[in-house]
Each structure stands twice: as C-alpha cells, then as structure tokens.
C-alpha cells in the first residue's frame, strides 16, 4: 500500500510539474506578444499571432528568436517607436536583432543585456547617440555588431573585450572620441574591423597583431598620430586590406612587404616621408594612396586579358575556317538533293544529272503525259519529293528562236503566284535537253479523271469547283499579271488535279 501510495504521488508531482511548466510556457509567450504590440513598430498587426508577422521569426516553442523591423517610414508618427519601448527581459530566446535604416534616436537602453542568446545585433543608419553603452559587453553569444552609421560618442569600452566569439566589429560613422582601447586585442576571432570616420586619437596601439585572423583593418578619417611600426601587424598573416588614410600619422613610409596577403594599403593624407635611395638626406612627403601588390595584380589582370583575346580570336578563326571547309565539302550534295525552293539552285549544271538519275534517262515508263512541245516525266529525289519535268521536244529546242523564248518563259513562270497555277520549282537549260520542273499533282489530269472509267470519282459539284478555280486562275493571268498573259490551249489535258 505504501509503495502505491509513493507512486502515485510521484505521478502527481510529474503532472504538476508538466502543467505548471506549459502555463509558464504560454505565459512567457503572452509577455512576448503584449512587448511587441506594446512598440508602435506592429501597430498594423492586432488580431493575428505575433509569429505570424514577417517581421517576427519564432522557434518550434513559439519563442521569438529574431526581430528583423522593416520601417519603410510607419515608424516615426509615435513616440512609442524605439529601442526604449522594448522590453528585452521578455526575450530570452532571441538571437538575431536586425533595426538597420529606421531613423531611430535616443540611448540604447541598458536594458539590452537581458538578451543573454543574442547573436547578431545590427542597429547602423539611425540616429543613436549617447556614450557607447559597455552593457554591450555582458553579450557574450554575440557574433556579429554593427553599429555604423550614428552618433555615439566617448570611449569605447573595456567589457567589449568579454565578446569572446565576436567575428564582425563595424563602429564606423560615429563621433567615439577616445584611443583603440586595449581590450580589442583581446577580440581574437575579428575578421573585419572597421573604426573608420571616429575622433580616435593617440597612436595605433601595437596589440593589434594579435588579431590573427583580421583581414579588413579600417581607421581611416581619424585623428591618430604618431609613427605606425610595420611590426604591430605583420602577425595579421590573413591581412588582405588596410586603409590608415586621412590621420595624423608621421615618420618614414613603413614596409609592409612582410604581410603577404595583403592586397590594398592606403597610406594618403597623412605626413609620411620616403628615404631617396641616392640621397639620404633628401625626403619627399608622400600625399598619394599607395596600394602594394595591387599594381603587379592590375598589370597581370591586363595581360590576362590580352591573352584570353588572343585565344578566343584563334578559337574563332580555326572555327571559321573548319566550318568554311565543311560548308564547302558538303555543298555539291546540298545543291543537288536539297529543297527545290529556288530557281537559282537548280540550273543545267546540275539539275540535268539528278533528273537523269532520277528518271533512268527519261525512260518512257516514267513518262506520265505528251502534248505538244514536250513530254511530262515523273521524278524522285533520293530526298523523298516527287516533281513533274516537262521535257521538250527536240525540234522545239532546235528552232533559233527557242533560246530567247524559253528563258522569257521561265521569267514569266517564276513571276506567277496564284493557289490554282502549278508551281515552278526550277529549269534546266542543257546543251542535250531542256525542261522545266513543276510540282506533282498525283492525281493526273482532268481528262484521265472524266474518262468512263473514272467518271464516278468526279460528281457535278467537283466538276463545278474545278471549273471555278480554272477561272479563278484564268482571271489572275488576264488581270492581274503585268504584262497580262494569254494561256491559248485550255484542255482538259492541261488541267491536272491534286489531292
């Protein structure tokens, strides 16, 4: 009975625990959801749950876990619109905290360090002011800060130096007013370090090297003064990029050569002198950017580049002249069983020998009709299309008049464009014999089809049609040709039907 008794009291605590833990848990997100609409930057969103809102990310617990404010200028008609209003204690799960370009003013509050996961903070282009707040440094998830773009002023502070895991530092466009503090040399894992545009003062402190990983150094447009000792940063092996611009900086231009990884180096407007090699005694003030490496890297990217044209334009000209060559080879093939589209494709030259071919010497069992200037062959390509040749006779071709009449006719033939008048494709003009190449109407002509035998495939209603589209081309050739042309053999021999 005990033993019972123990067990279920043990399932009871469990039971309370697990009920007392999800009332806190649906509390703790009401707190959430009444800090967010209590800041005028959600005054549109009222009804809907605040993980719903694209500006707001939640976790599988429906924490918030990242604000990302998207302004687009509702923000500024209501004082209750800032960093102030929002409650950071009720957001122990957020790590993203993105306010970029909002135009906000006023203090960062202190109540920032209630964000202990916070991971990435970007509150640049506003208009903060205030000493910088140390409350920053009690961050100690943050990856990533950028607060560029402001007004802060005063020194910065020695807790920045507890942002153990702090990979990005942009403190650019501010009025900070102090020395490089010592504690950045504690900020181990910085790669890009961007102080540019500040009043900092004194000299380039010598920890910066041990920065290993800096490969952006940027303290431009400050005051710095004092002579820069090329050994306070040839440990920065990953420096690619240093600008120490725009100071008070003075002494002999340092040599960075022992830095091999450094791509751009501007030392201008600063009071930097050179030692002559001829005279030691002579120095001159440099007042130009100088850039190491990066003239060798611009003088190899142009001749990169004129080597790449040069390749590209032999690629071209072999390519050119290869396909030139094949077009060429392939050509005689192309002419004499391509398309029959133009006329100019196919004269004697070469058309007599496919047509040859193709009817075995105009034996008679191609022979298809006989009228009376010449005889109609039917013709297969090795393409697959079939034309119609009208051979002449051989004492058509010997009359001395024939020469100028048979080109005037193919003149006036190709010149024809009309649905019901054979189309011609071509001419052969041969020393041996001359015709012209027509489409193939399959169906022979009218005079086959009226015969008895075939009479029953044409009834009066085909007939009729026939007789229309005869017309239609008649009318074409007497009205609509220039000159007008006269056919004077209409039989029923000269009229072939298609399909």
Same mark, same amino acid.
């Given at each position: 009975?005990?033993?019972?008794?123990?067990?279920s009291?043990?399932?009871?605590?469990?039971?309370?625990?697990?009920?007392?833990h999800? $009332?806190?848990?649906?509390?703790h997100k009401?707190?959430?959801?009444?800090?967010?609409?209590?800041?005028?930057?959600?005054?549109?969103?009222?009804?809907?749950?605040?993980?719903?809102?694209?500006?707001?990310?939640?976790?599988?617990?429906?924490?918030?876990?990242?604000?990302? &404010?998207?302004?687009?200028?509702?923000?500024f008609?209501?004082?209750?619109?800032?960093?102030?209003?929002?409650?950071?204690?009720?957001?122990?799960n957020?790590?993203?905290?993105?306010?970029?370009?909002?135009?906000?003013?006023?203090?960062?509050?202190?109540?920032?360090?209630?964000?202990?996961?916070?991971?990435?903070?970007?509150?640049?282009?506003?208009?903060?002011?205030?000493?910088?707040?140390?409350?920053?440094?009690?961050?100690?998830?943050?990856?990533?800060?950028?607060?560029?773009?402001?007004?802060?002023?005063?020194?910065i502070?020695?807790?920045?130096?507890?942002?153990?895991?702090?990979?990005?530092l942009?403190?650019?466009?501010?009025?900070?007013?102090?020395?490089?503090?010592?504690?950045?040399?504690?900020?181990?894992?910085?790669?890009?370090?961007?102080?540019?545009?500040?009043?900092?003062?004194?000299v380039?402190?010598?920890?910066?090297?041990?920065?290993?990983?800096?490969?952006?150094?940027?303290?431009?447009?400050?005051?710095?003064?004092?002579?820069?000792?090329?050994?306070?940063?040839t440990?920065?092996?990953?420096?690619?990029?240093?600008?120490?611009?725009?100071?008070?900086? &003075?002494?002999?231009?340092?040599?960075?050569?022992?830095?091999?990884?450094? %791509?751009f180096?501007?030392?201008?407007?600063?009071?930097? $002198?050179?030692? *002559? +090699?001829?005279?030691s005694?002579?120095?001159?003030?440099?007042?130009?950017?100088y850039?190491?490496?990066?003239?060798?890297?611009?003088?190899?990217?142009?001749?990169?580049?004129?080597?790449?044209?040069?390749?590209f334009? %032999?690629?071209?000209?072999?390519?050119?002249?290869?396909? +030139?060559?094949?077009?060429?080879?392939?050509?005689?093939?192309?002419?004499r069983?391509?398309?029959?589209?133009?006329?100019?494709?196919?004269?004697?030259?070469?058309?007599?020998?496919?047509f040859?071919?193709? $009817?075995?010497?105009?034996?008679?069992?191609?022979?298809?009709?006989?009228?009376?200037?010449?005889s109609?062959?039917?013709?297969k390509?090795?393409?697959g299309? $079939?034309?119609?040749?009208?051979?002449?006779?051989?004492?058509? %071709?010997?009359?001395?008049? #024939?020469?100028?009449?048979?080109?005037?006719?193919?003149?006036?033939?190709?010149?024809?464009?009309? +649905?019901?008048?054979?189309?011609?494709?071509?001419?052969?003009f041969? +020393?041996?014999?001359? #015709?012209? &190449?027509?489409?193939?109407?399959?169906?022979?002509?009218?005079?086959?089809?009226?015969?008895? &035998?075939?009479? %029953?495939?044409?009834?009066?209603?085909?007939?009729?049609?026939?007789?229309?589209?005869?017309?239609?081309? *008649?009318?074409?050739?007497?009205?609509?040709?220039?000159?007008?042309?006269?056919?004077?053999?209409?039989?029923?021999?000269?009229?072939?039907?298609?399909?």
């Open positions: 009975m005990w033993h019972t008794l123990t067990s009291m043990q399932t009871l605590v469990v039971l309370i625990f697990i009920i007392s999800a $009332t806190a848990h649906d509390f009401s707190l959430e959801a009444k800090a967010l609409r209590a800041n005028f930057w959600w005054r549109r969103h009222t009804v809907s749950t605040h993980c719903t809102w694209p500006e707001i990310t939640c976790n599988k617990e429906q924490g918030v876990v990242k604000i990302h &404010v998207n302004c687009k200028g509702f923000c008609i209501n004082d209750r619109c800032g960093m102030k209003w929002l409650e950071f204690y009720y957001f122990p957020l790590k993203v905290l993105f306010i970029d370009n909002c135009s906000l003013g006023g203090i960062i509050p202190e109540k920032i360090r209630n964000l202990p996961q916070l991971e990435y903070l970007d509150i640049s282009y506003n208009n903060f002011n205030g000493i910088l707040p140390s409350q920053i440094g009690s961050l100690k998830n943050l990856l990533a800060l950028y607060l560029s773009q402001n007004g802060f002023t005063g020194p502070s020695s807790r920045f130096g507890h942002l153990n895991r702090l990979k990005m942009t403190l650019a466009k501010n009025r900070i007013n102090s020395s490089i503090p010592q504690c950045i040399s504690k900020l181990k894992d910085v790669e890009p370090l961007d102080l540019s545009c500040n009043d900092l003062v004194a380039v402190p010598p920890n910066l090297r041990k920065l290993s990983r800096l490969f952006h150094l940027d303290i431009s447009s400050n005051q710095l003064s004092g002579v820069i000792l090329p050994s306070e940063l440990r920065c092996f990953a420096l690619e990029y240093l600008d120490l611009s725009s100071n008070n900086l &003075v002494g002999e231009r340092p040599n960075f050569s022992n830095i091999p990884s450094l %791509v180096l501007n030392l201008s407007e600063n009071h930097l $002198t050179e030692q *002559l +090699k001829n005279n005694s002579t120095r001159r003030v440099l007042n130009e950017g850039q190491q490496r990066f003239q060798i890297l611009f003088y190899f990217d142009i001749f990169l580049f004129i080597m790449v044209g040069y390749v334009l %032999v690629v071209v000209y072999i390519c050119y002249h290869h396909h +030139k060559a094949k077009k060429k080879k392939i050509q005689p093939e192309v002419n069983h391509g398309d029959m589209g133009s006329i100019l494709n196919y004269d004697g030259r070469i058309a007599y020998k496919d040859k071919k193709a $009817t075995e010497d105009f034996d008679l069992k191609y022979c298809i009709g006989t009228g009376g200037y010449g109609v062959y039917e013709a390509l090795p393409n299309k $079939t034309f119609a040749l009208k051979k002449l006779h051989r004492y058509e %071709v010997e009359q001395p008049t #024939f020469d100028r009449s048979f080109r005037n006719e193919v003149l006036v033939l190709t010149n024809l464009r009309h +649905k019901n008048i054979m189309k011609l494709y071509g001419f052969c041969h +020393k041996k014999c001359n #015709f012209l &190449v027509y489409e193939c109407m399959e169906n022979g002509s009218l005079f086959c089809a009226l015969r008895d &035998v075939e009479a %029953v495939k044409v009834d009066w209603i085909m007939r009729v049609n026939i007789l229309k589209e005869v017309a239609d081309a *008649l009318a074409y050739m007497h009205h609509d040709c220039n000159p007008p042309i006269i056919h004077r053999d209409i039989l029923s021999n000269n009229i072939l039907l298609n399909s």
